[in-house]
């Protein structure tokens, strides 16, 4: 078992669609990070969270510790937001484990 | 401020030659990663540095496989004798970061390794 699991792999979505990406991990951690990667682009971090949300435009992050649950949530979605989303949590000791990522396509 | 920059964008190399990558972190930051993501694949954790040790080594592929970080700054990884399931997008990431903490990651671009 990974021990940062993703959910869903795949997501579609209509333009204007609320989308819920999931994070569940199996160790302790100090962070967690939610990334964003476009088809032939870099790598570019969204939130980096170690309790409660943040949100940053239309991107909302949460985080239960107790669960070891994290929820990126994309409101209004849009065709440009097609990326891949993954998240990735700092082990204690700084050690980053990644989940496998979600691919997001947003129709127009 | 400038970011995190990897040099070269592009590498093409025939099997069995040695390469060098270079990953110039954002200044002040600590903590220095490497990852590389092979075609089609997530990203898979090579080696982590807090200043010029290397606490975390343990995603090193094979002893082909050496990094270093140099004044707590610059940091190249390199890959002997290179074989063609090295061929990956090789990234480095920075953070300013205490121990244990956590704090935003900041990617370079990455090195497009090619082995023919």
């Known amino acids: 078992k990974n021990e940062v699991e993703q959910s869903p792999q795949n997501l579609t979505a209509q333009e204007g669609e609320f989308i819920t990406i999931n994070c569940s991990y199996s160790v302790g951690i100090s962070a967690l990070h939610w990334l964003q990667q476009h088809p032939g682009g870099g790598i570019v971090s969204l939130f980096m969270?170690?309790?409660g949300k943040k949100k940053h435009g239309r991107l909302i992050a949460t985080i239960n510790i107790q669960e070891k649950h994290s929820s990126l949530h994309i409101t209004a979605s849009h065709p440009r937001d097609s990326a891949v989303y993954i998240c990735a949590v700092n082990e204690y000791g700084n050690k980053l484990v990644f989940g496998a990522g979600t691919i997001l396509r947003v129709k127009s | 401020g400038a970011g995190v920059s990897q040099s070269p964008s592009n590498k093409v190399t025939e099997k069995g030659k040695d390469v060098e990558l270079r990953c110039d972190p954002i200044s002040g930051h600590t903590a220095l990663y490497w990852y590389r993501q092979s075609l089609g694949q997530g990203l898979e954790f090579l080696i982590y540095f807090q200043g010029n040790s290397a606490p975390d080594k343990s995603g090193l592929p094979s002893d082909r496989f050496s990094a270093e970080r140099t004044g707590g700054s610059v940091s190249t990884l390199t890959i002997q004798r290179t074989q063609q399931e090295d061929s990956a997008v090789y990234l480095c990431a920075s953070s300013l970061e205490d121990r244990g903490s956590g704090s935003p990651l900041h990617f370079g671009n990455g090195t497009r390794l090619t082995v023919t």
């Open positions: 969270l170690s309790s």
